[in-house]
């Protein structure tokens, strides 16, 4: 018998269609599983789930008796409880490095879009207003040879900050929970405390994942020590930032503008007053949503979980102590 698959969300077809020759898979590819009485029979059978946050606590596992492994389509885990899953010998996996260019491009497309205006400026265009000369208050301001604090140079920051020195001649700041040889010597990045990096900075960017130590990470405090000038770049997760927090510094002018990729709830309620102002530029949580890198990612997912499926220890495995206890 073939052992069951659950797919859930953003799986790319050409990967599914491969998993279907192995196993006997299950799709989802509507967020809005709870209650949904296909989902808990398929999760019930699954001997694996791949896919996109799909959240895995304590009661979804409580109904997932025959799970061995769990396989995010994401680098970012913090939808999974991994003690619980590590305490009940299941496997968990993410994609990290196939996205690391990918996302480093959008969030450096986000912060040049904020900068410029980009946005504002192309419905500008498109609404017909541009009939006369430009006003000095819709000018951007620059973004080469700039200060870019980076607040997590793992290898997304890392990636940034390859094009922020390569490509615009940035002096770089950075705060990580280590110092990086890779970024210093290569990217001519400065090592900072926090504190330092968010006074220093023209722009500070986000690249932390969600933890218990990040949630609200940048808030009130932090919004008051960035410069008046300041552009703050959110491309990690929406917890790590105090949301109304944010539109305050952005209303106050305590910073200049934002961009961000990410919200503490997603999709956003259009409701959201960050939604109303013309300093913020937004995308929907698209930093490694390409077509090329969505599939790299399905790729890696898959071939975490059939080595998983197959006994063998998955290439990017999160954690290594179930494995070992095995
Ligand atoms: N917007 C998107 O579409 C998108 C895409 C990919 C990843 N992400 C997010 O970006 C995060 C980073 O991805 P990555 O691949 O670069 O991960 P990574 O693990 O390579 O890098 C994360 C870095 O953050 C540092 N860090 C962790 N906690 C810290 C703290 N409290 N203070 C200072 N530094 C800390 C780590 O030392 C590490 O260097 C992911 O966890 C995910 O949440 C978002
Ligand atoms: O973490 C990631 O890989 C992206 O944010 C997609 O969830």
Request: a negative charge.
């Amino acid at each position: 018998m073939k052992p069951n698959v659950l797919v859930y969300m953003r799986v790319d077809k050409r990967v599914i269609k491969e998993l279907e020759k192995e196993y006997e898979v299950t799709s989802f590819h509507n967020h809005e599983y709870i209650g949904n009485p296909d989902f808990d029979l398929a999760l019930k059978k699954a001997d694996g789930i791949i896919g996109l946050s799909l959240k895995v606590t304590k009661e979804l596992l409580d109904n997932a008796p025959n799970l061995k492994v769990v396989c995010n389509v994401s680098v970012g885990y913090d939808n999974l409880d991994l003690e619980e899953l590590s305490k009940r010998k299941i496997l968990a996996t993410n994609t990290p490095g196939v996205l690391d260019d990918t996302t480093a491009d959008a969030i450096f497309g986000l912060l040049l879009s904020t900068a410029r205006r980009i946005p504002e400026l192309d419905q500008f265009v498109k609404s017909g207003q541009w009939d006369i000369s430009l006003q000095p208050d819709q000018y951007g301001v620059d973004v080469h040879h700039k200060t870019l604090g980076i607040i997590g140079m793992g290898n997304i920051g890392r990636a940034i900050a390859r094009r922020a020195h390569f490509g615009f001649g940035m002096d770089i700041l950075y705060h990580n929970r280590s110092k990086n040889k890779e970024a210093e010597e290569l990217y001519q990045a400065s090592y900072c405390e926090f504190d330092d990096l968010l006074t220093q900075s023209d722009f500070v960017c986000l690249m932390v994942p969600a933890t218990k130590e990040t949630e609200k990470m940048i808030g009130a405090k932090e919004f008051q020590k960035m410069k008046k000038s300041a552009i703050f770049i959110n491309g990690s997760r929406g917890k790590n930032v105090d949301e109304e927090a944010l539109y305050h510094a952005l209303v106050n002018k305590e910073i200049h503008a934002a961009g961000i990729d990410v919200f503490t709830n997603e999709p956003t309620n259009p409701d959201n007053p960050l939604l109303t102002l013309k300093n913020l530029v937004t995308l929907p949580h698209i930093g490694s949503s390409t077509t090329e890198c969505e599939y790299n990612m399905s790729k890696l997912a898959a071939k975490n979980l059939r080595a998983a499926l197959n006994g063998e220890k998955p290439p990017s495995l999160l954690n290594e102590t179930s494995w070992l206890i095995k």
